[in-house]
């Protein structure tokens, strides 16, 4: 089976397409290498990824030629895109190139999976499509429709785009809402990356919504089981979809989205204190208001992920942080 993991030098994509090749696919991934954040953190990632099954492609996805020619060159079975300009506070200084990489780039994903035969598409959404929305634990059937981020704008554009994808053309699409992923080999514009670098060094952190923020922090292993068990999950038109009670996580399509998070949110002040506990240091904190496109809370309802691909996300706070930490320590020599 031949895989396209677009964003394989980020995170996510990185985490994924090492299971891949463990399991013996083909990938080919694609990435930009942009300066978004360190770039030597995605080269050495790439270092993990030297396998003779591995290819790797540098190029940008909003460069219309260039995806066309990767399409064109390569006959992929599933496509799961997982590269997009990030953060959501980022978006607020530099808003076009969030539509440069998360629409321009991903209606090129779109026009080649459609045109090369692809099977299934797998794309990331975000768990900030819920915006402005109160009612807890979010679920994929509540409507989404007020975002309070371009990039959450973005994200949400990209499920619509799916949907006509899906219903004009058969492509089967699946989105998932990742939760707050952390974990080793993670961004270093994320929270945890960010809080242990200034304990580290002694330095204050700054602790937005004074601590009280919520998120549903998701490791990285269980992102990467949901994503694998979904590429293997190829959505089917749901017959019993009504235009008069649309269902907004399915349609008569094939089309689906997923929540993939723990499912358990944490305040922010409490996971500081379990970073403090397995760095064996205290921070100084600064606390600050809530930032302009940052959300309150966070909280997925998991149950369409478990019914359809039997999977519930599950690594505590404290198991997840410690092996961020034994990861950093290491990696940093520090």
């Known amino acids: 089976m031949s895989i396209l993991v677009t964003g394989a030098a980020g995170f996510i994509g990185f985490h994924l397409t090492r299971r891949l090749l463990d399991q013996g696919a083909e990938v080919v991934g694609f990435d930009n290498l942009n300066d978004y954040y360190d770039v030597n953190l995605k080269l050495a990632r790439l270092q993990q990824l030297d ?21 064109a060159e390569n006959r992929f079975d599933i ?20 539509i440069d990489s998360n629409i321009s780039g ?31 634990p979010f679920s994929v059937r509540h409507n989404v429709d007020h975002p309070v981020s371009l990039y959450a704008a973005t994200k949400k554009a990209n499920e619509l785009m799916a949907h ?33 670098k200034a304990i580290l060094e002694g330095k204050s952190i700054d602790v937005f919504d004074n601590g009280k923020m919520q998120r549903d922090f998701t490791y990285i292993d269980d992102i990467v089981e949901g994503v694998h068990r979904a590429m293997y999950n190829t959505p089917k038109p749901n017959l019993a979809w ?27 002040l409490h996971f500081i204190e379990v970073l403090e506990e397995c760095l064996g ?44 930490v034994e990861w950093y320590r290491r990696y940093f020599n520090c």
């Open 281 to 324: 240091k205290k921070a100084e904190k600064n606390f600050l208001p809530i930032q302009a496109g940052d959300m309150p809370a966070t909280y997925a309802d998991v149950d369409d992920l478990m019914k359809d691909v039997g999977f519930k996300p599950a690594t505590s706070i404290e198991q997840g942080v410690g092996k961020f």
């Open 79 to 98: 496509v799961v895109n997982l590269a997009a300009q990030a953060g959501v506070r980022y978006s607020l200084q530099n808003p076009y190139l969030y």
């Open 242 to 268: 009504s235009g008069d009670t649309p269902d907004p996580s399915t349609s008569r399509a094939p089309y689906r989205i997923y929540n993939i998070g723990n499912n358990n949110p944490v305040e922010l």
């Open 51 to 71: 396998d003779e099954h591995f290819t790797f492609v540098k190029g940008d996805l909003a460069d219309r030629k260039a995806v066309a020619d990767l399409f």
């Open 106 to 136: 991903f209606i090129n994903v779109l026009e080649g999976c459609r045109h090369n035969g692809v099977r299934h598409l797998v794309y990331a959404s975000s768990s900030s499509v819920y915006g402005a929305n109160t009612k807890m």
């Open 164 to 196: 006509t994808y899906s219903h004009l053309y058969g492509l089967p699409t699946t989105g998932l809402r990742f939760f707050t992923v952390y974990g080793p080999w993670g961004r270093p514009d994320m929270a945890l990356f960010l809080f242990t």
